[in-house]
């Protein structure tokens, strides 16, 4: 070997790691530019407008915090969407999670359990405004199936989606109803991934289905709980579009979410700068909310499994 080829050979390697420390950035780099692109971009973007006066057909005026001041204090509408919200995403989170934990239960223990789990999934492959359609038909107050069906038993069914009274629970139920198959589905994989041993040694101890649950099954299953609770809740907080087809937020604003009031005071009252606005507000709540249930499970001994 060469005196040239001895002195090169370290200059080579150091070509060759370079080259290596920049590889794993080259690979990233598109995902990077999508990031950045569609994601801290709008983000930012969307800050800035908090902070102006703007719509689509002019140029933004700055206004310092003058929309949260007027969300805050001079707008009863907000407050009153705020309220409607956390009815709705409390309601499907504290009625939906013990429905779908309930019956991923029982079909874990029973045959067939694949069928059941493609049949309850269906909801979540189909678009949620065929899904609303198709609600609407059939929570119609006078042709609708379900008034129908309680006619043919002697009750007098409500004017479920024209009453200020049931409108709400009739969206909260169809809300359930939609998500059901995917935390269904979310705790049959936890409920399938507890040692089979646990329920062994509770039947031998003489424990029936009711005790093994309540003593077994929920103390194992606090994370697949926690992550199932903290998305239905979020999803909850940002719904708009299944109250948008069913019920426009009406009657007299019983079921306008803040989602939804955002995307009319947006794209129906071009305030873009106000809207935005809310939409800060309504994730800072999110965030604030979500920290709480964190801390809740914790306490319960989440971080134990």
């Known amino acids: 070997m060469t005196t040239e080829s001895l002195q090169s050979s370290p200059s080579r390697r150091r070509r060759r790691l370079q080259q290596k420390d920049w590889a794993p950035y080259v690979f990233l780099a598109p995902m990077l530019f999508f990031l950045v692109v569609f994601f801290v971009l709008p983000i930012g973007f969307a800050l800035y407008l908090t902070f102006t006066r703007w719509n689509p057909l002019s140029t933004p005026k700055w206004v310092g915090l003058r ?135 509770a039947r031998i101890d003489g424990a029936n289905t009711a005790r093994i649950f309540w003593n077994i099954t929920l103390p194992l299953l606090r994370p697949t709980l926690l992550f199932v609770s903290i998305t239905s809740f979020i999803a909850g907080m940002g719904s708009f579009t299944l109250i948008l087809v069913l019920t426009e937020g009406g009657p007299i604003q019983s079921t306008n979410v803040t989602a939804l009031y955002m995307y009319q005071m947006a794209f129906q009252d071009l305030r873009m700068g106000r809207a935005s606005a809310m939409a800060f507000i309504l994730f800072i709540i999110i965030f604030i909310i979500t920290l709480i249930q964190l801390r809740i499970f914790r306490r319960g001994g989440v971080e134990a499994y």
Do not use: C, H
């Open 67 to 201: 929309n949260y001041t007027y969300l805050l204090t001079s707008d009863p509408t907000f407050y009153l969407t705020l309220k409607n919200t956390f009815v709705f995403a409390f309601g499907t989170v504290l009625i939906g999670i013990p429905i779908a934990l309930v019956i991923a239960f029982v079909f874990t223990l029973s045959r067939g359990k694949a069928f059941w789990r493609s049949i309850y999934w269906l909801p979540m492959v189909t678009n949620v405004v065929a899904i609303a359609f198709i609600w609407q038909i059939i929570l119609d107050g006078t042709y609708g199936l379900l008034n129908q069906l309680l006619a043919f038993f002697g009750i007098t069914g409500p004017q479920w989606l024209s009453d200020p009274k049931s409108a709400m629970i009739a969206v909260i139920l169809v809300a359930i109803w939609t998500g059901l198959g995917q935390n269904m589905l979310l705790f049959s994989a936890g409920l399938e991934g507890i040692d089979e041993s646990y329920y062994e040694a």
